[in-house]
């Protein structure tokens, strides 16, 4: 599904990613570890289309991702760190905004969608709160399910717990772990080194 070759990235002359090439299978799941500050999270940020390699290709189902428009962004999902939700909507809303606006789909349509998701990641109950009401642990979960809102066929995962505390880092880890036995095809950079033994094919 993915083939990324020789892809070159700097930041400001200093080489962040110096001739990476792999390549995913669809159904497999993949975790990248390093240490800090070693291009993991440029490397997906390289995949989703949000930052762009000196040299180098990505190809998803065969074909370059060679602007920014192209077809295979509209099949990837990412994850950030930090969750990235809408603080002035509540969940339901964070969760139909880009189905509506994107896919085109009713609010009738994408509420029962919003609804499925967040039984899926253990939240549905908690559709109408806002994201300063839920811990951060439930915050990322909001973040994972809006995410599969959009159907994709490939996960991005940059860090899902390096924000959370410790107890709130198996609940994250657990609904990305079901996510994977799905058969989704998933990219996790993360340093739960057990975690990523278990999960990573």
Request: glycine share 8%; with cysteine; net charge neutral.
């Amino acid at each position: 599904m993915i083939e990324v070759a020789h892809i070159t990235k700097s930041y400001n002359g200093r080489k962040i990613l110096d001739d990476v090439s792999f390549s995913l299978g669809k159904r497999e799941t993949m975790c990248i570890i390093g240490s800090m500050g070693s291009g993991k999270s440029t490397l997906l940020r390289c995949i989703a289309g949000l930052e762009h390699p000196e040299c180098g290709t990505i190809c998803f189902d065969g074909r370059p991702l060679i602007h920014k428009n192209a077809e295979g962004y509209n099949h990837m999902g990412m994850v950030f760190q930090n969750f990235n939700l809408f603080p002035h909507f509540n969940v339901l809303h964070n969760l139909t905004l880009a189905p509506i606006k994107v896919l085109g789909i009713s609010r009738k349509e994408a509420e029962e969608q919003a609804y499925e998701q967040l039984r899926r990641v253990g939240l549905g109950e908690k559709a109408l709160l806002f994201p300063h009401e839920l811990s951060a642990g439930q915050r990322q979960r909001v973040a994972i399910a809006r995410c599969l809102m959009m159907k994709p066929r490939l996960m991005l995962f940059d860090e899902p717990t390096s924000a959370l505390d410790p107890e709130m880092v198996k609940e994250v880890l657990e609904v990305i772990k079901q996510i994977t036995e799905t058969g989704m095809t998933v990219v996790i950079v993360t340093h739960e080194m057990g975690f990523a033994k278990s999960v990573s094919d």
